[in-house]
Every structure is written in C-alpha cells, then in structure tokens.
C-alpha cells in the first residue's frame, strides 16, 4: 500500500501541477472563454468515465490489476509533453481526454489492490493513508508550479516538462516495486480454485443506490478550478498566486483524510460519505460572500480539502463493501464511473451558468440545490447501513 502510495504522491506532483496552471493556461494565455474553460474542465473532470467500469472488469477478470493500473498510469505520462507543444482548444481537449482515459484505467484496479492488502475493518483508514500519500504529491506540485511561475512569469512550459518527469519516475516505480497482487486467487480457500468472476454479484441493491445518491450529489458539485477562479474574480490577487489555492485544499486534505477515514469506519461510512458535502457546500458559501482577505480563501480552500477527506477515499471503501471480493474493482469502478460523468455534467452546464448569469447567481443556484439534496440522500443511504457495517 505504501509503494502504491508514493507511485500516486509523484503521478499526483505530476498531474495537479499541470491543473494548478491550467485554468490561467486556457483563460489568459490561450484567450478561451469560460464556456471553453467549462467544456475542457468537464473532460478533465469526466472522461475518465469511458473507460473505469472497462477497465475494473479487466482487473477482475485477468486478476492483474496492477499490470491494468500501469497501462493507465503510463498512457497519462505520455500525454504531459505533448502540453508544451499543443496549441487550440482542441489539442488541449484531446490531450485532457486521453490523460483522464489514462486515470480512469488505473484507479479501480489501484483501489482494488488497496482493499485486499487491508483489513476490511479499517478500510476506510486505509484508503485514507493512501489518499494523504496522494495528496501529498497533489500539493508539491501546485508549489512547485508556483514557484517556477513566481521565476518566470510566463513558464508554463517549465511546468509541463517538470510534470513529464515526475510522470515518468512514477511509473517506472510502479513497474519494478509495487507487488503483483491476485485478489480473486488470494480471496480462495487453501487449496480451492481461484472465485469465479459472477456479474450477479455486482447487481446488489445496495450498490445501486449508492450509485444513484453519489450521482445526484455529483451534479452539484463543481469543478474546483471554478471556485478559485471565482475567489480570484473577487480578490483580483496576481495570477502567479493560482497555484496556491490548489496547495491550500490539499493541505487541508492531506490533514484530514486519515482521522476522517478512521472516524469512518467506526461512525458510518455511508453517512461520513453524505454528510462531507456539508463541507463542499461551506466552501460554496466562502466563495459566495462579499468580503475580500486572506480570510474567506482560507475557509473555502479547507472546506473543500475537509469534503475531498470525507468523501474519496471513503466512496471507494464503501462501494467495495457492497459487494464479493471477486468483482470488487468493477463495483468501486461504477461508483467512481457515476461521480465522474455527472461531475463533468455539473462543470460544462455551470460553466454555461456563469457564462449567461454570472459568477454570483450561478454559485447561489448550485449551493441552494445542494442544500436541499444532503439530507434527502442522507434519509436514502440509511437502507445501505442496516445489516451491514459499510
């Protein structure tokens, strides 16, 4: 787990320092409207969907998730230096496509292979540990994007080299470190053959409304390049202080995660997962409030690291609860598969938002929206808790 661990701290260094640029990259540099910015955050935010629940069967059926998970983490490296010389919306587009296809390949067999180094008692913990590795990296690489622009104003080129290279070291770790885990053969009794990989036991009740109340709740909930930009629009800081607020919500993730994982698992997981968007809706309201300062950046940036904490890792803990080890990766998959297509739903139709309304109007819509949801999909998950400790 560890091992996988510092392969995501430097996959994570990689991947956000490109997104801690990339919303001033698009809007300033290239000259994109935010409708532009909108549709490319929702592919960033999405199009890891085409390939998850297709790449979790993989795992399933070949119980070889970490030979799946290198084919994606390798396939999202290869698309950093091809940023320096893209140019146009649609080479941006197609690059943002292919390194999301890359993620959603690697993160169902990535977990799967978590869940069964771990003791299902203290999953979600687990799957904390894990994600504060990640979010480590998540925050060395928004600072050292600051840094190099804080350098050279315009070196976005600099960036995107740097995140090759972290990229490259990441995968070559995985390849010759992390351990070739076989879940379905080592889920088998001593001497039995390998569990059957049995679709019937993804079809669990259970796991449908988890998928449909994540679903919901994913629609609210907008891209966090929009939020920053909405924090700048008010505060109107230099532009070479963007990469920051990416490092502020991953401080407060890494912070959060393992004591939100353990408090899962002992309070509730499905209700932790519910009641974190409590968190993405304070950082609504910061971003909402008239009032300029250090301030209000530091309250939205920790509740929407307190949400991340509260909700990531542990949709992944309780998705693979729900259901056999044997088709683990495809259940976590589906989970992950909903929450991304109707998080890149949520980022194109509220880049359309601000684009007719306005910053202001816009997030109001969205927040009230959310308001009402929690406690409906709080009432819901309550029918996945009886009988089971998930």
């Not at 600072?143 to 995140?163: E, K, Q, R």
Request: proline residues 4%; contains cysteine; hydrophobic residues 55%.
């Amino acid at each position: 787990m560890v091992a996988l661990g510092v392969v995501s701290l430097l996959t994570d260094v990689s991947s956000e320092s490109v997104a801690a640029v990339l919303p001033l990259y698009l809007t300033s540099v290239m000259g994109l409207s935010l409708l532009a910015y909108g549709v490319v955050d929702g592919l960033f935010q999405g199009a890891s969907a085409i390939v998850r629940i297709g790449a979790g069967w993989a795992s399933d059926r070949t119980d070889r998730p970490k030979w799946i998970a290198f084919a994606g983490y390798l396939l999202s490296a290869l698309t950093r230096g091809w940023l320096i010389v893209a140019q146009g919306l649609g080479a941006v587009a197609a690059l943002v496509t292919l390194d999301r296809i890359g993620k959603g390949i690697r993160t169902a067999p990535r977990d799967a292979m978590i869940a069964a180094s771990s003791d299902p008692d203290d999953l979600a913990r687990a799957f904390g540990v894990h994600r504060s590795l990640d979010t480590i990296g998540a925050a060395i690489g928004p600072l050292l994007a600051f840094a190099i622009l804080f350098l050279i104003p315009d070196g976005y080129a600099t960036v995107f080299v740097m995140s090759l290279g972290f990229a490259v070291i990441g995968v070559t770790i995985l390849g010759l470190v992390v351990p070739d885990r076989r879940p379905r053969r080592e889920a088998a009794a001593p001497g039995s053959a390998p569990v059957r990989l049995r679709w019937r036991d993804l079809a669990q009740p259970r796991l449908r409304i988890l998928l449909i109340v994540m679903g919901a709740l994913s629609l609210l909930t907008i891209g966090d390049g929009f939020l920053y930009l909405s924090l700048q629009d008010r505060g109107g800081f230099a532009a070479h202080w963007f990469p920051l607020l990416f490092v502020g919500t991953n401080a407060a993730y890494i912070a959060l995660a393992v004591p939100f994982g353990r408090l899962a698992d002992r309070w509730g997981r499905t209700r932790m997962l519910i009641l974190g968007h409590v968190g993405l809706l304070g950082a609504y309201a910061f971003a909402l409030v008239p009032l300029t300062g250090v301030g209000p950046v530091l309250g939205c940036l920790v509740l929407l690291g307190a949400f991340y904490a509260a909700t990531d890792g542990v949709l992944a803990a309780v998705a693979g609860s729900l259901v056999d080890a044997s088709v683990r990766a495809s259940a976590i998959a589906a989970a992950q598969t909903v929450v991304a297509v109707c998080r890149m739903v949520a980022s194109a139709a509220f880049g359309a938002l601000w684009f007719a309304l306005g910053r202001t109007e816009s997030l109001l819509i969205v927040a009230v929206l959310l308001t009402v949801a929690v406690p409906i999909c709080l009432v819901v998950v309550t029918r996945l808790t009886r009988g089971s400790r998930a």
